[in-house]
């Protein structure tokens, strides 16, 4: 099984902001990783997939870099709409546990 | 692109069984590993179960093994979730996905 570790669990900021979230895995994934938005009683919110690909309409503000075992989501300037949850995931497979973006 | 639209899903007693059905459209099915996510209220999301291109690989997420058997028929471009022994903590919405590509979920409460 090849599960997801993700870090922090909580992140507190501010506007303006950089920030960034960490994803570790078991066993090496190449780039196929995702990146969720879920904001409360909402879907989730594709982010970015194989690791560093934009999807389309996301703001650029939003980055992803890695490859491998190591994986990180970069939000260079929080906006307001940015607190929410994200998650990483593997490809059809194990999600990181989620990292919560508050208000600091 | 690809379209998933789930269905299935509804209020079962505990202990009792649901069939969760995918039908996918807008490319070739039979190419794409698929799978079943969930997020029970609340909770986070949870990777539940998938199944490779021709069905011949299967993976269970532990807590869903022995109850659960995901299935496809490429013929139908179609995705299934057969769930058994169904839980109280089973409750959740039930995503199909392609990769990163979702449905819209469907409801499964499990309840007395």
């Known amino acids: 099984d090849i599960q997801m570790t993700q870090s922090p669990s909580t992140l507190s900021a501010s506007v303006g902001d950089r920030v960034t979230i960490t994803c570790r895995a078991r066993?090496?994934?190449?780039?196929?990783l995702a990146w969720y938005q879920q904001k409360p009683g909402k879907a989730p919110k594709l982010l970015m997939y194989?690791?560093?690909t934009l999807e389309s309409g996301v703001p650029s503000r939003f980055s992803g870099s890695g490859s491998g075992t190591e994986f990180t989501l970069t939000i260079s300037s929080l906006q307001p709409d940015d607190f929410a949850t994200y998650y990483c995931?593997?490809?059809?497979?194990?999600f990181g546990q989620g990292t919560k973006l508050e208000i600091k | 692109d690809v379209q998933l639209v789930e269905s299935g899903g509804g209020l079962v007693q505990p202990g009792g069984s649901l069939r969760l059905s995918c039908a996918a459209s807008?490319?070739?099915?039979?190419?794409?590993?698929m799978s079943w996510v969930r997020q029970a209220p609340g909770k986070g999301l949870e990777w539940v179960a998938n199944?490779?291109?021709?069905?011949?690989?299967?993976y269970y997420v532990d807590s869903v093994r022995g109850r659960f058997t995901i299935s496809r028929d490429n013929a139908k471009n179609s995705l299934y979730l057969q769930m058994n022994s169904l839980r109280a903590e089973d409750t959740a919405v039930y995503y199909c996905?392609?990769?990163?590509?979702w449905g819209q979920g469907t409801l499964v409460t499990v309840s007395s």
């Open positions: 194989e690791a560093s």
């Open positions: 199944i490779k291109e021709d069905g011949s690989e299967k």
């Open positions: 995931q593997q490809y059809n497979g194990y």
């Open positions: 807008g490319s070739t099915f039979s190419n794409f590993w």
């Open positions: 996905a392609r990769n990163v590509r």
């Open positions: 066993q090496n994934i190449n780039s196929w």
